[in-house]
């Protein structure tokens, strides 16, 4: 008969008190906060438009955080279907920064229409991308209509 196996027992009580003797920090970390502009609204004071006409693009942005935002580029794209998607048309860029904490307010853009768009019903959507991440972009959309 063998001696009964009693698992493992510490026999030196010596303990790893000084950060430095720890094999790995007790601590964990998550992903930063996100601080970005929200997109209340996309409107234009007309619904009527034609082929590579300059339409003025009034866009409602609120900042609901407590702090500034960082550097924010707001994407404007002309849609034939309301889906962002390869195949809409970047027409606009325009880059914010510092914006305050809990601002709201409006931005007014002029932009040019696309040449050759035959008459129907289009879109123009707006991204708000902070940092530059396409993953946590805000998209908001206006109805446009294209006539001859």
Do not use: C
Not at 76 to 95: M, P
Not at 108 to 118: F, S, V
Request: hydrophobic share 40%; net charge negative.
């Amino acid at each position: 008969m063998g001696n009964l196996d009693k698992g493992y027992l510490r026999k030196n009580g010596a303990l790893a008190l000084e950060p430095s003797n720890l094999l790995a920090e007790n601590e964990s970390f998550g992903a930063q906060r996100q601080i970005f502009l929200l997109i209340a609204s996309v409107n234009t004071p007309l619904r009527s438009f034609r082929s590579t006409e300059t339409i003025e693009v009034n866009t409602q942005i609120h900042n609901i955080f407590e702090q500034a935002t960082p550097l924010t580029e707001l994407r404007y794209f002309f849609s034939e279907d309301g889906t962002l998607d390869w195949n809409d048309k970047l027409v606009k860029t325009k880059t914010l920064s510092n914006i305050p904490a809990n601002a709201k307010f409006q931005v007014n853009e002029q932009i040019i229409l696309p040449d050759n768009l035959l008459a129907g019903t289009y879109y123009l959507i707006v991204v708000s991308s902070t940092e530059g991440q396409i993953l946590s972009s805000k998209t908001a959309l206006s109805t446009i209509k294209i006539s001859n």
